[in-house]
């Protein structure tokens, strides 16, 4: 069965009411060419919608779908079927999606991956693909801090992001252990004492006795001294 994942991106650097998840699945559904079911359709009940608000940068609104084409006789004698197909529902949605707004990229077809995307019972089920967290406002808050979601398939398809709530951990402990040297710094300069060493006094034992450095002197003064 040939299938692709139906992509467009719109990006803002205003944060406004953001464009709902309902008029991006009408826009979707103008895409597909009609009259006649070779041409395929979307797998699941709703597209996959998924908001991002990059601090500093732009509020950013994903949408994705399923598309499947049957792999049947009509496919098999038109081997451009899915070419063709794609270049209607790229001009279509090209169309719809910037009726609604003008910062929508180009539609673009992602080969479609199970093991990225999701296997089509993921796309099916109403608490799968289309069950996102944003899918009807950008984060706010402290939510801006959570990984942001997968836009084209399922978040355990997604490598893990390093998100400041990850380096807290390590950012309390450099803190703690910063205030533990500050608190050994202080106290090692509160408990410095100065020894003081007495120096043997270099008077004579009278002038220690009477502690009066002249009496020597005198003394010798008296006897005929000089």
């Known amino acids: 069965m040939p299938a692709f994942i139906v992509h467009a991106r719109e990006r803002s650097i205003l944060e406004r009411n953001p464009i709902t998840a309902a008029q991006i699945t009408t826009a979707f559904q103008e895409g597909p060419p009609r009259g006649n079911p070779s041409w395929g359709a979307f797998i699941g ?4 919608v998924t908001r991002t608000a990059v601090v ?3 509020f950013i609104t994903d949408a994705a779908w399923l598309y499947a084409i049957p792999d049947d006789a009509y496919q098999t004698a038109h081997p451009q079927n899915m070419t063709n197909v794609q270049n ?6 090209n169309a719809s ?8 990229s180009p539609v673009e077809f992602i080969p479609y991956d199970p093991a990225m995307h999701g296997d089509v019972a993921w796309w099916t089920n109403a608490s799968g693909a289309s069950n996102t967290r944003t899918k009807d406002a950008f984060p706010i808050g402290a939510a801006r801090l959570d990984p942001p979601e997968n836009p084209v398939g399922p978040d355990s398809a997604l490598p893990h992001t390093t998100t400041i709530m990850d380096l807290m951990p390590w950012v309390a402990g450099g803190v703690f252990g910063v205030g533990l040297l500050w608190v050994a710094a202080q ?3 509160a408990s410095r004492v100065s020894v003081v060493v007495p120096r043997e006094s270099s008077t004579p034992a009278e002038s220690r006795r009477t502690g009066n450095r002249y009496a020597p002197y005198r003394k010798s003064k008296a006897a005929g001294g000089v």
């Open 45 to 48: 009940p709703l597209p996959r």
């Open 56 to 58: 500093g940068d732009a």
């Open 88 to 93: 209607v529902m790229r001009d279509n949605l």
């Open 97 to 104: 999606l910037r009726a609604i707004s003008t910062d929508w």
């Open 187 to 189: 106290w090692a300069g």
